[in-house]
C-alpha cells in the first residue's frame, strides 16, 4: 500500500508559525491531486487544502490567506505553511490525495495555545 508520512507538528502560540511535510512512498504525480486534511476532537476530518499535479490550489474558507499549501513532485513530498495559526486551527493534520483514496498515516499534532 501507498505509505504517507506525516511530520513537522507541534506545540505553537497564537499568531504563530509552522511548516508540515508529507512524504508519499511513491509518485506523487502519479497520485494526482494531493490535499492537505484534519481532524479536531470530536469533529469530522476536513478538507483544508488541495493542489493539482500542475500546482493549482484551492483552500477551505477559514484558512484562506494563511495557509499555503506546494509540492516537489521530484521529492515526492507535499508542504503545508500555516501562518497566523489560531486556537481552532488545533487538529492532527493528514495529506492525501485530494479525495482521500489512499491508506491514512498516523498525521501530525498541530496545537495551537498560549
Known amino acids: 500500500q501507498v505509505q504517507l508520512v506525516e511530520s513537522g507538528g507541534g506545540l505553537v502560540q497564537p499568531g504563530g508559525s509552522l511548516r508540515l511535510s508529507c512524504a508519499a512512498s511513491?509518485?506523487?504525480?502519479?497520485?494526482?491531486?494531493m490535499g492537505w486534511f484534519r481532524q479536531a476532537p470530536g469533529k469530522q476530518r476536513e478538507l483544508v487544502a488541495a493542489?493539482?499535479?500542475?500546482?493549482?490550489?484551492n483552500y477551505v474558507d477559514s484558512v484562506k490567506g494563511r495557509f499555503t499549501i506546494s509540492r516537489d513532485n521530484a521529492k515526492n513530498t507535499v508542504y503545508l505553511q500555516m501562518s497566523s495559526l489560531k486556537p481552532e486551527d488545533t487538529a492532527v493534520y493528514y495529506c492525501?490525495?485530494?479525495?482521500?483514496?489512499?491508506?491514512w498515516g498516523q498525521g501530525t499534532q498541530v496545537t495551537v495555545s498560549s
Open positions: 511513491i509518485s506523487i504525480f502519479s497520485i494526482g491531486s
Open positions: 492525501n490525495h485530494n479525495l482521500g483514496h489512499l491508506r
Open positions: 493542489i493539482t499535479t500542475g500546482s493549482n490550489t
